[in-house]
């Protein structure tokens, strides 16, 4: 019986050991060495850091929604470069998702209760699931805000119902301007 529990022990340790080595050649095969990954704002040509050029941002139009308040367009790197100087909200989307749908729903609609300065880009998942990955997001209905130095400022994972004011209060976004 003691052979037994010996010889069971054995394997499972190397079990572990072939598994480590295995998972961790696989991550370094694909790339994705822990501190490789890009900043927001390098100057690389790395397809998975949200301000270089995007496969299909090309083919998708810029301008969803531009108001007295905030502007909703399609991201890409151009765009997420340009204003720079602004609020930038990535919002990942898949229109099978219901909060997804829902929070894109309410942004649309809600451009002139949010500060002027904030610009909100609008992305599939499905189409920039590198980027996603870089930023760690796994599903749709996240927003993801940076800072003017390309640094995460904040995020937001929307509920079924997302909510205009937990959105805000969420990424930190200063009440819109008064008008007199």
């Known amino acids: 019986m003691k052979r037994y529990v010996i010889f069971g022990g054995i394997v499972i340790v190397c079990v572990t050991v072939m598994g480590i080595f295995f998972f961790s050649s696989a991550d370094n095969q694909q790339g994705r060495s822990g501190d490789s990954t890009p ?8 397809t998975t850091d949200p301000s270089q050029p ?13 108001a007295d308040g905030a502007r909703y367009i399609n991201y890409s790197a151009e765009s997420f470069k340009k204003y720079e100087d602004q609020q930038r909200i990535l919002i990942f989307i898949d229109s ?3 909060n997804s749908v829902a929070l ?3 942004l649309e609609s809600s451009l002139t209760d949010l500060p002027t300065d904030v610009v909100l880009y609008k992305t599939p998942i499905d189409k920039n699931r590198d980027v996603a990955a870089t930023l760690g997001v796994t599903q749709a209905g996240v927003a993801i805000k940076f800072d ?9 994972i929307a ?22």
């Open 39 to 46: 900043g927001i704002n390098e100057d690389r040509a790395d």
């Open 54 to 66: 995007s496969r299909d941002s090309e083919d998708e139009p810029t301008a969803i929604t531009e």
């Open 96 to 98: 099978t998702v219901q």
């Open 104 to 106: 894109d729903s309410l």
């Open 148 to 156: 003017t130095d390309g640094n995460l400022a904040g995020i937001y």
């Open 159 to 180: 509920p079924e119902t997302p909510d205009l004011a937990i959105f805000k209060s969420s990424l930190m976004l200063d009440e819109a301007p008064a008008t007199d």
